[in-house]
């Protein structure tokens, strides 16, 4: 196939998709671009399908290449290694997207690779990424019902932007990245300071506009390919003994399901399963969690019952709890129903940051938060491995929704790391995580500006009828249509993560949500304030102290001294981590006040202006026949005569001072060139 291209300028910028050039083994490939930034992206499946799988098996990697920015990978081995942070998250949201669009019972192993083979900081690579997937999807012969499309939409200065530019976005007051059908969004990621729920719906419906320009640009492409596809049987159903279960066992069905807590309810429904099933020769497993998917739905879009006695808006139980355990910075434990979320909260100082390399170039993180998924917090036994994508994603969407409130480095000179361990998982134990984060920042004293609490969102839709779900079960999210998890503080939202499952859902649905997320956000901070409404007033007393100095930039050579020799010396003397900016900014972190105090006041005398008239201590470091050489600090000496030494008249230096003596002087006079001449005999009483 010879190579196909089309282009068309897009919010003012160059969208273009070529294939039949670069990677033509591929069931599709594309290379997508807007300016010079340019993503391969390739979609390949296997033949046949993998039998007995209750999923679909997709995967896909977004692989950045260091040459894409005209950069050499750092390291021993010079070469890209382990997937970063930004690779994994940027892989799961294409993932995302696209997984909703495959038909049922499509079960051939397929991998989407999006490979960065340029990058400019004006146009950032995820969108176009997902883009490229779509379209290379759509031109292959894999049965995916596309093609869709994406944009980043941001609020900057009171004005929303299409794919903005990576400095924008990080001063924008919204920032959503948006990916949809012509005729509906399907999901949307992003985060915002405190954005109000109607600029959300605003930046939507603006995002739906654009996308309907970026599909058509793809039908372009996928027209003049006419690609054919591989046809997918729809499972078929055994309505007989569907039926049949119905007949015979529904209402011990549906007092299964209506057992409140989960492990009781799973174990009644396993057990129910394994007595349906003796008296049938086929396997029943599918039908009967269908059966079982269906009567929760019902129960839920006919009479607001959900399966734990709940109506649509109520939110479960939650407690909190805080200041656990001592040594631990801030601590919090909260509960909300059978989610359970152990967060605690360290403090360190600028040597603690994070520093990232990426292809935008190094920089480093002051505020993290990591999440952690024991097996134990859902009943399983299983290994403890690295966190996965999915650790990863719900750890990334927490930090998102607390940084909103995180003070600035001005203010608050630390570096903070927030730790989420899952004990109990039966609903978002991400919102969770947002929660607790937020209850053990206040309780290590971090000046956050708001309190922050986390709603995760279920939807039921059929026809013309929907319920909105509040507060979501494991369970409900397994069986709903949309699974929307929104953050934020009392004033507005911090982050927002959406998930569509259906075809389509239209803004009045969107709009609902929103509002009622809101109110349950609103439920959960109240419980929260009720147990700590601002952060202490002191940080624990286990947690390092801080003293911040602005010395002449000009200083700092005489701080550090030759071959860090003066630095050292305080550093060993008293234990402390000291990090030097080079705007002449002293940061001094110790465990104590004392510590801390004796630091200070090394620091001070290393980088002191010396004035004639000033009365310090210095030690005799040499002795010489006409006087002795005397320290003031390290690195600065000066002369005391011998016929300053004593008001009298002594021989020799000896007589009275020795090496390492420490006395008394007072400065006579200074140089040009910065010698001094001090007395010591000035400063003694006259017999």
């Given at each position: 196939?010879?190579?196909?291209?089309?282009?068309?300028?897009?919010?003012?910028?160059?969208?273009?998709?070529?294939?039949?050039?670069?990677?033509?083994?591929?069931?599709?490939?594309?290379?997508?671009?807007?300016?010079?930034?340019?993503?391969?992206?390739?979609?390949?499946?296997?033949?046949?399908?993998?039998?007995?799988?209750?999923?679909?098996?997709?995967?896909?990697?977004?692989?950045?290449?260091?040459?894409?920015?005209?950069?050499?990978?750092?390291?021993f081995y010079k070469r890209e290694g382990k997937s970063s942070?930004?690779?994994?998250?940027?892989?799961?949201?294409?993932?995302?997207?696209?997984?909703?669009?495959?038909?049922?019972?499509?079960?051939?192993?397929?991998?989407?690779?999006?490979?960065?083979?340029?990058?400019?900081?004006?146009?950032?690579?995820?969108?176009?990424?997902?883009?490229?997937?779509?379209?290379?999807?759509?031109?292959?012969?894999?049965?995916?019902?596309?093609?869709?499309?994406?944009?980043?939409?941001?609020?900057?200065?009171?004005?929303?932007?299409?794919?903005?530019?990576?400095?924008?976005?990080?001063?924008?007051?919204?920032?959503?990245?948006?990916?949809?059908?012509?005729?509906?969004?399907?999901?949307?990621?992003?985060?915002?300071?405190?954005?109000?729920?109607?600029?959300?719906?605003?930046?939507?419906?603006?995002?739906?506009?654009?996308?309907?320009?970026?599909?058509?640009?793809?039908?372009?492409?996928?027209?003049?390919?006419?690609?054919?596809?591989?046809?997918?049987?729809?499972?078929?159903?055994?309505?007989?003994?569907?039926?049949?279960?119905?007949?015979?066992?529904?209402?011990?069905?549906d007092s299964a399901i209506f057992i409140k807590e989960k492990l009781p309810r799973k174990k009644a429904l396993k057990n129910l399963r394994k007595t349906i099933q003796e008296n049938y020769e086929t396997d029943i497993s599918g039908l009967f969690n269908e059966i079982v998917d269906q009567r929760i739905r019902n129960f839920i879009l006919n009479e607001g019952k959900r399966i734990d006695g709940r109506t649509p808006t109520d939110i479960r139980d939650i407690t909190c709890k805080i200041g656990l355990f001592n040594r631990i910075h801030g601590s919090a434990l909260f509960t909300r129903g059978e989610t359970q979320a152990f967060v605690t909260t360290t403090l360190g100082s600028g040597s603690d940051e994070q520093i990232v390399d990426s292809l935008t170039g190094e920089e480093s993180k002051r505020f993290m938060l990591h999440y952690n998924f024991p097996p134990y917090s859902v009943g399983e036994v299983s290994f403890l491995r690295a966190p996965g994508r999915r650790e990863i994603g719900h750890g990334h969407l927490a930090e998102k929704a607390l940084s909103a409130v995180i003070p600035s480095e001005e203010d608050f000179p630390y570096t903070i790391r927030i730790v989420s361990e899952v004990l109990e998982s039966n609903g978002s134990s991400s919102m969770a995580t947002v929660c607790g984060g937020s209850l053990s920042l206040m309780d290590a004293g971090v000046p956050v500006k708001s309190p922050v609490a986390g709603i995760a969102m279920g939807l039921i839709a059929e026809n013309d009828k929907f319920v909105i779900l509040s507060d979501i079960l494991g369970d409900e999210d397994h069986l709903g249509d949309m699974d929307f998890k929104v953050a934020g503080t009392e004033k507005g939202i911090t982050a927002i993560q959406m998930d569509i499952k259906i075809s389509e859902i239209n803004f009045e649905i969107m709009e609902k949500a929103l509002t009622q997320a809101r109110d349950g956000r609103i439920h959960?901070?109240?419980?929260?304030?009720?147990?700590?409404?601002?952060?202490?007033?002191?940080?624990?007393?286990?947690?390092?102290?801080?003293?911040?100095?602005?010395?002449?930039?000009?200083?700092?050579?005489?701080?550090?001294?030759?071959s860090g020799k003066h630095i050292k010396k305080i550093v060993d003397e008293t234990g402390a981590k000291i990090d030097i900016e080079q705007d002449g900014y002293v940061k001094v972190f110790a465990v104590d006040a004392e510590t801390l105090e004796k630091a200070k006041n090394m620091i001070e005398s290393a980088v002191k202006d010396f004035n004639i008239g000033d009365v310090c201590k210095a030690k005799v470091v040499k002795i010489l026949d006409f006087g002795a050489i005397v320290e003031l600090r390290p690195g600065t000496t000066a002369l005391l005569h011998i016929s300053e030494i004593e008001n009298r008249r002594i021989k020799q230096v000896t007589d009275v001072l020795n090496i390492g003596d420490e006395v008394e002087i007072k400065i006579l006079s200074k140089e040009r060139d910065g010698k001094m001449r001090v007395s010591r005999k000035i400063l003694l009483k006259r017999d």
């Open positions: 196939m010879s190579k196909i291209e089309v282009s068309k300028e897009i919010t003012n910028k160059l969208y273009s998709f070529e294939t039949g050039e670069y990677a033509k083994q591929a069931n599709g490939s594309v290379v997508a671009r807007c300016g010079d930034t340019a993503v391969l992206v390739t979609a390949v499946c296997d033949d046949s399908a993998k039998e007995d799988l209750d999923f679909f098996p997709l995967t896909v990697n977004y692989v950045e290449k260091a040459f894409a920015a005209g950069k050499i990978p750092g390291g942070d930004y690779e994994t998250l940027t892989s799961r949201l294409i993932d995302r997207a696209l997984r909703p669009r495959f038909p049922e019972g499509f079960k051939n192993e397929t991998q989407i690779i999006a490979t960065v083979l340029a990058l400019e900081s004006e146009n950032m690579a995820d969108v176009i990424a997902l883009n490229g997937a779509s379209l290379a999807l759509s031109i292959s012969n894999i049965p995916f019902q596309g093609p869709i499309g994406a944009v980043r939409v941001a609020l900057h200065e009171g004005v929303f932007i299409l794919n903005p530019a990576s400095s924008i976005v990080e001063e924008a007051v919204l920032n959503l990245l948006i990916a949809g059908t012509s005729e509906a969004i399907i999901m949307a990621e992003g985060e915002a300071k405190e954005a109000d729920e109607s600029q959300v719906i605003e930046a939507l419906k603006i995002a739906q506009q654009h996308i309907a320009e970026i599909i058509e640009l793809q039908k372009n492409l996928i027209e003049r390919i006419n690609p054919v596809k591989i046809e997918v049987e729809e499972p078929e159903t055994d309505s007989k003994t569907l039926e049949d279960i119905k007949n015979k066992y529904l209402a011990e069905i959960i901070l109240s419980k929260m304030n009720s147990v700590i409404s601002a952060p202490r007033e002191e940080l624990s007393p286990f947690a390092p102290r801080l003293f911040t100095v602005k010395i002449n930039p000009d200083k700092i050579r005489d701080l550090i001294g030759p």
